[in-house]
């Protein structure tokens, strides 16, 4: 029974295209966050909601936009896709958005813009 | 300079070795001091968890802070092939965190 789980697990799209992440957090968790890795495993935060409100907005291009239908379910919907966009993007929810206490991260999902 | 510096690696060892994982940070304010481990092609997920300057043990896994020297260390006693993975150290402020680079460990039978 899968804690955070997120569809699609792969996406390969042409540049320009405009695409969709799902992520669904069982957990009955207040706080979701997506958060990218690069190429060199290098992982940062993108967004965090709680409890449908966003609460971080980590300077992300205005092509990213996170909705958050309700507390278990946080999408992120892609405009006009770079080649840059390419890496692996996590969803990730806790139970507080402080953070201090455990994160759980879904499978990702694996971009790939050509 | 990032605000949390890990090496890299990747760093081969054989069975049975000792490894040490470390982390540097320049934040004073971070306050919680965590472990992830991510295989491949999977999520991370919380290995140890700190709070205070010293240490916590689980199992094979001993987590270090030391706050003064803003430096974090992770020990893997009697390493195995199941422990190869890339650990990430990561430290939270604000309701956010902050990971290192990753250190990419591989366990050699």
């Known amino acids: 029974d899968t804690a955070v789980s997120q569809t699609p697990k792969y996406l390969v799209t042409q540049m320009g295209n405009d695409k969709s992440i799902k992520c669904e957090q069982n957990?009955?968790?207040?706080?979701m966050y997506w958060y990218k890795q690069d190429s060199k495993k290098f992982l940062k935060i993108m967004f965090s909601?709680?409890?449908?409100?966003?609460?971080i907005n980590e300077t992300v291009p205005n092509r990213f936009s996170p909705k958050s239908p309700d507390k278990a379910h946080l999408n992120l919907h892609i405009n006009s896709l770079e080649l840059g966009d390419s890496a692996v993007y996590f969803c990730?929810?806790?139970?507080?958005?402080?953070?201090?206490?455990?994160?759980?991260f879904g499978q990702g999902t694996r971009l790939t813009v050509v | 300079q990032k605000e949390v510096e890990q090496d890299p690696g990747p760093l081969s060892v054989p069975e049975g070795a000792i490894v040490s994982l470390n982390c540097t940070y320049s934040?004073?304010?971070?306050?919680?001091f965590m472990w992830y481990r991510q295989y491949s092609r999977k999520g991370p997920e919380l290995l140890m968890y700190?709070?205070?300057?010293g240490n916590k043990e689980d199992g094979r896994f001993t987590a270090q802070v030391d706050k003064s020297s803003k430096y974090i260390s992770l020990f893997i006693r009697d390493s195995q092939p199941s422990d190869s993975a890339t650990y990430l150290c990561?430290?939270?402020?604000?309701?956010?965190?902050?990971f290192g680079q990753g250190t990419e460990l591989s366990v050699k039978p």
């Open positions: 700190t709070y205070s300057s």
């Open positions: 990730a929810s806790s139970s507080g958005w402080n953070v201090n206490t455990e994160a759980f």
């Open positions: 957990l009955g968790h207040d706080t």
């Open positions: 909601y709680n409890n449908k409100e966003l609460i």
């Open positions: 934040n004073s304010a971070f306050q919680y």
């Open positions: 990561a430290m939270s402020q604000g309701g956010k965190l902050i």
